[in-house]
């Protein structure tokens, strides 16, 4: 059976396309019985100057950065009240409260998340790394494709240290589309395959799940995140995984579960984790 429930998702007012009520909608024609909006929660003093700032700006989804713990909390908690309310009104799915967090490793990070996570009482907490810090820059994955190659190859190294880091701090749920570079088809080289196999190790060793992310369906690769070599790895680490969708619009709400799953299967794949083994995992770290 695919899942019949989704966990990643994005809505109107952050970087996606429609609002929660119609997601929850979408989700119920699906015939899902669970989904789970979670808005990007990224935080760093210096993000308003990185450049995809800049362009998120010009594109209209700015409000996905804050250069503050209150910034962010402002945005999140009349966001949190609406859901809260859109459950009481559609008491015939479930309907949780989640955030895709982008980990910084320093204390005052840790410190400012502590204590709006305290405020927020989120459901659970995706990991993600969509950023390296590089010369005193937040850098995205566009940044690292228009890197030398020498920069990149370093870029990408933190990539994986971030992605480490972000598992042993076992403060999330699962971590969000590892491999993400590959969007930009970097870091496919045969030479990142013990940084891959180290990862996936750390990983395990640490019990957090992986997403596989179907939003990668939806570019040149096309195939998910992460991709198949690394999926390997999982497998034979016996990492649970589960499916998302990274849905930023309705018609994305499930789309490629089912090739995904199969997907997974072919790489050998058999942990596939249930809600409730996702959600118990919260805040283990605690
Ligand atoms: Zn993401
Ligand atoms: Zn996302």
New binding site residues.
Partial sequence: MTQKFTLHTHTWGFDGQNTPAEMIARARQLGFDCIGISNHFIVHPKICHSKMYKYASASGYASIYSASFSDALQKFEPHYRELTRLQSENPDIRLLRGL?VDFFDTPQWHDGFARTYELLRPDYIIG?A?FVEHNGNVCNVHDMASADSKTRDKMLMQYWENIRRLAASNIFNWI??LDLPRKCNLGIEPKWHNIHAQTLQTIASCGTPIEINTSGYRTIIPQPYPCDSILKLAAQYNVPVLLSD?AHSTQQIGANFTVAKQFARDCGIQRFATLNQLLNLHQRGK
């Fill in positions: 895709e993600a969509h969000a589309h990274d």
